[in-house]
């Protein structure tokens, strides 16, 4: 299904002209009765001859509601552009004509309505004409431009007919099995309960979904939908869908607002986006000027940085972050627009390149520039690109569900990315990603910025610590700011790069190699003498600490030839594995074993007894219940 929007000048006949093509009238306050004036967002929907059915989302045309119409715009297939006949190009003909180019709306049709209050023919050719110049330029440069009448019916048949024909060559609403609809209409049905309405993009939605509503913390469940007043259980992308909604009440809801499946739309107050000033104003967009930003249903106010400049000028563009008062669900590729607040008039708009910067960009960092420049065309490999470089290391899922592109579609450029060495894949290989696997990947930029960085405190730890057989695995992940979800998936890529020799919780540099002086090769000899004389009662770390120094000691228990039971105890790496293995034995006869009968099975005082189990306890062979340990699992 397709989702066609009017646009146009106030009082052109709009309305008139959607209730002669469907039969519906699409101006349902009484207000907008009464004036004969739409007000807020209307919508129809008619069988073209074709057998297609359509809907129609009929926007206010009056310089006051252009907020309004804003908030129709977005999501349609197609616009009809209605010229009154007898009045030609206006004000917001052309304010909305911009609106849809600056929204790359990708076809359309102009009706020239009101024709039957053109008594001189010569008039309408000219009026048609000046239409003509109008488009040029625009995305709907070229378009049908077709003599009607809404009061009259004049031209109707004839304009289904080239709807239906404008439609034939429309690619169908694609589905990237992310589901939003942007709410433009939130009301309450006795009986029902919250009902809101919207065009539905991106995927499927179904009765018994739960949904997120973005911004906010809200869920709700779909209890029922309406496709044009009938109940369906499932609706396609490319629908105006009526959804009720359970577990919400009509207060927590309002315009501009996302229907989403939960977890993967976050809303944003910070966005980086490509902005195109309008060529028929005489005011640029200056460096920190206050704004209205639409995008959606959603607007706010907003704060525009000039990235690359003081200014864009009028028919120019440029690369620029807006900052939001107000949190919006968008994401990357979205359309928008901009107005300025007062006088209020559109002045530009473009696309969102990244709807979650990590942070405050730099003015006229080359770096950021050429990065939003290989965004703006949307190609694949330059979206997953970006996405693998938003952080040192990220997740593949991750940064599919980020790029707002069709699953498949972005695994295929990671894929291709890694094969090129553009991205590095740490846990696994270019074809794990392909089969769909979660793996940890990395930007090769940022990988090697992540290297040098473990490189150099790696280097600058082995040089204070000679002795050391290297670093604890937590210190360097913290000296290396990686987040703790990563870290064995950096552990096992540095590995394999040949950059480090990880051992137990220990790290080093793989070329590193501990060299003792032979006089600390003599302390070394005499304290391992002296710890296996009395294996099971050694002694203290402090003792050791005054015959060998802090640092021989260290290296002694990094490099695995004495086990710390706590801060005063270790034992030889051979008594521990012995005392171990008796008490596992005695488990497994007796079930159970209390410090005293473990006293005496090595022989040894209470002390170091005790030091065994707790250590027993911590690397989980054993736990304890009430005075006696068992065997874990």
Same mark, same amino acid.
Request: hydrophobic share 45%; aromatic share 4%.
């Given at each position: 299904?397709?989702?066609?929007?009017?646009?146009?000048?106030?009082?052109?006949?709009?309305?008139?002209?959607?209730?002669?093509?469907?039969?519906?009238?699409?101006?349902?306050?009484?207000?907008? @009765?009464?004036?004969?004036?739409?007000?807020?967002?209307?919508?129809?929907?008619?069988?073209?001859?074709?057998?297609?059915?359509?809907?129609?989302?009929?926007?206010?045309?009056?310089?006051?509601?252009?907020?309004?119409?804003?908030?129709?715009?977005?999501?349609?297939?197609?616009?009809?552009?209605?010229?009154?006949?007898?009045?030609?190009?206006?004000?917001?003909?052309?304010?909305?004509?911009?609106?849809l180019d600056l929204m790359r709306v990708p076809r359309g049709l102009v009706a020239l309505n009101k024709i039957?209050?053109?008594?001189?023919?010569?008039?309408?050719?000219?009026?048609?004409?000046?239409?003509?110049?109008?488009?040029?330029? %625009?995305?709907?440069?070229?378009?049908?431009?077709?003599?009607?009448?809404?009061?009259?019916?004049?031209?109707?048949?004839?304009?289904?007919?080239?709807?239906?024909?404008?439609?034939?060559?429309?690619?169908?609403?694609?589905?990237?099995?992310?589901?939003?609809?942007?709410?433009?209409?939130?009301?309450?049905i006795s009986g029902f309960g919250t009902i809101v309405t919207g065009t539905l993009g991106g995927g499927t939605?179904?009765?018994?979904?739960?949904?997120?509503?973005?911004?906010?913390?809200?869920?709700?469940?779909?209890?029922?939908?309406?496709?044009?007043?009938?109940?369906?259980?499932?609706?396609?992308?490319?629908?105006?869908?009526?959804?009720?909604?359970?577990?919400?009440?009509?207060?927590?809801?309002? /315009?501009?607002?996302?229907?989403?499946?939960?977890?993967?739309?976050?809303?944003? /107050?910070?966005?980086?986006?490509?902005?195109?000033?309008?060529?028929?104003? &005489?005011?640029?967009?200056?460096?920190?000027?206050?704004?209205?930003?639409?995008?959606?249903?959603?607007?706010?106010?907003?704060?525009?940085?000039?990235?690359?400049?003081?200014?864009? %000028?009028?028919?120019?563009?440029?690369?620029?972050?807006?900052?939001?008062?107000?949190?919006?669900?968008?994401? /990357?590729?979205?359309?928008?627009?901009?107005?300025?607040?007062?006088?209020?008039?559109?002045?530009?708009?473009?696309?969102?390149?990244?709807?979650?910067?990590? &942070? $405050?960009?730099?003015?006229?960092?080359?770096?950021?520039?050429?990065?939003?420049?290989?965004?703006?065309?949307?190609?694949?490999?330059?979206?997953?690109?970006?996405?693998?470089?938003?952080?040192?290391?990220?997740?593949?899922?991750?940064?599919?569900?980020?790029?707002?592109?069709?699953?498949?579609?972005?695994?295929?450029?990671?894929?291709?990315?890694?094969?090129?060495?553009?991205?590095?894949?740490?846990?696994?290989?270019?074809?794990?990603?392909?089969?769909?696997?979660?793996?940890? =990947?990395?930007?090769?930029? /940022?990988?090697?910025?992540?290297?040098?960085?473990?490189?150099?405190?790696?280097e600058a730890f082995h040089k204070a610590n000679p002795v050391r057989a290297g670093m604890s695995l937590e210190?360097?992940?913290?000296?290396?700011?990686?987040?703790?979800?990563?870290?064995?998936?950096?552990?096992?890529?540095?590995? &394999?790069?040949?950059?480090?020799?990880? %051992?137990?919780?220990?790290?080093?540099?793989?070329?590193?190699?501990?060299?003792?002086?032979?006089?600390?090769?003599?302390?070394?000899?005499?304290?391992?003498?002296?710890?296996?004389?009395?294996?099971?009662?050694?002694?203290?770390?402090?003792?050791?600490?005054?015959?060998?120094?802090?640092?021989?000691?260290?290296?002694?228990?990094?490099?695995?030839?004495?086990?710390?039971?706590?801060?005063? =105890?270790?034992?030889?790496?051979?008594?521990?594995?012995?005392?171990?293995?008796?008490?596992?034995?005695?488990?497994?006869?007796?079930?159970?074993? %209390?410090?005293?009968?473990?006293?005496?099975?090595?022989?040894?005082?209470?002390?170091?007894? @005790?030091?065994?189990?707790?250590?027993?306890?911590?690397?989980?062979?054993?736990?304890?219940?009430?005075?006696? $340990?068992?065997?874990?699992?």
């Amino acid at each position: 299904m397709y989702v066609i929007g009017t646009a146009g000048h106030v009082d052109h006949g709009k309305s008139t002209l959607v209730e002669a093509l469907t039969g519906i009238d699409p101006d349902r306050l009484r207000e907008e @009765q009464e004036r004969e004036m739409t007000i807020d967002l209307g919508f129809a929907w008619v069988t073209l001859p074709s057998g297609r059915e359509i809907s129609i989302v009929d926007v206010p045309g009056h310089e006051d509601f252009v907020r309004n119409m804003l908030a129709g715009v977005g999501g349609v297939d197609g616009a009809l552009l209605v010229v009154a006949a007898d009045e030609s190009v206006m004000p917001q003909t052309r304010e909305h004509l911009d609106v849809l180019d600056l929204m790359r709306v990708p076809r359309g049709l102009v009706a020239l309505n009101k024709i039957d209050a053109v008594e001189e023919p010569d008039w309408a050719d000219l009026v048609e004409e000046e239409v003509r110049e109008l488009l040029e330029g %625009t995305t709907l440069e070229g378009s049908p431009i077709l003599r009607v009448s809404g009061v009259t019916g004049q031209g109707i048949p004839e304009l289904a007919a080239a709807l239906d024909a404008m439609l034939d060559d429309a690619p169908l609403p694609s589905n990237v099995e992310r589901p939003r609809l942007p709410v433009d209409r939130v009301f309450t049905i006795s009986g029902f309960g919250t009902i809101v309405t919207g065009t539905l993009g991106g995927g499927t939605l179904a009765v018994g979904d739960t949904v997120a509503i973005v911004p906010g913390n809200l869920t709700a469940r779909v209890r029922g939908m309406q496709i044009h007043k009938t109940s369906v259980e499932r609706a396609e992308p490319g629908t105006r869908l009526a959804v009720n909604l359970a577990g919400v009440d009509r207060d927590e809801i309002e /315009r501009g607002q996302v229907l989403c499946r939960p977890g993967w739309l976050r809303a944003t /107050r910070l966005l980086d986006a490509h902005l195109e000033v309008l060529g028929d104003h &005489r005011w640029p967009i200056k460096h920190n000027m206050a704004l209205e930003f639409f995008a959606g249903t959603a607007r706010t106010p907003a704060r525009v940085r000039i990235l690359d400049g003081d200014a864009v %000028t009028p028919g120019g563009s440029g690369w620029v972050q807006l900052r939001l008062r107000d949190p919006v669900a968008v994401q /990357r590729g979205d359309r928008y627009v901009v107005r300025m607040p007062s006088p209020s008039v559109t002045l530009g708009g473009g696309q969102v390149l990244d709807a979650h910067p990590r &942070r $405050r960009h730099r003015r006229h960092d080359v770096e950021v520039l050429d990065r939003l420049a290989a965004l703006v065309d949307g190609e694949p490999e330059a979206v997953m690109h970006h996405e693998a470089g938003r952080s040192l290391v990220v997740s593949s899922a991750a940064a599919i569900r980020e790029s707002g592109l069709v699953a498949s579609e972005a695994a295929s450029a990671l894929t291709r990315l890694a094969s090129e060495d553009d991205v590095v894949v740490l846990d696994g290989d270019a074809d794990a990603l392909a089969e769909g696997k979660d793996l940890a =990947i990395s930007a090769a930029a /940022r990988w090697q910025d992540l290297l040098a960085r473990m490189r150099e405190a790696l280097e600058a730890f082995h040089k204070a610590n000679p002795v050391r057989a290297g670093m604890s695995l937590e210190e360097l992940r913290n000296r290396a700011h990686v987040p703790t979800a990563f870290w064995d998936a950096v552990i096992e890529g540095a590995t &394999r790069e040949g950059l480090i020799a990880a %051992t137990g919780s220990v790290v080093a540099l793989a070329e590193h190699e501990v060299g003792l002086t032979e006089a600390q090769q003599r302390s070394v000899d005499e304290a391992m003498a002296a710890v296996r004389a009395e294996p099971f009662a050694p002694p203290s770390v402090s003792e050791l600490v005054d015959r060998l120094g802090a640092d021989l000691l260290d290296y002694l228990v990094d490099g695995g030839k004495l086990v710390k039971l706590s801060p005063s =105890i270790v034992l030889a790496a051979e008594a521990y594995d012995d005392a171990e293995a008796r008490v596992v034995a005695y488990l497994e006869e007796h079930g159970q074993v %209390t410090l005293g009968e473990t006293r005496d099975l090595l022989d040894t005082s209470r002390r170091y007894a @005790q030091a065994l189990l707790e250590h027993m306890d911590r690397v989980r062979v054993t736990k304890r219940v009430g005075d006696a $340990r068992v065997l874990r699992g």
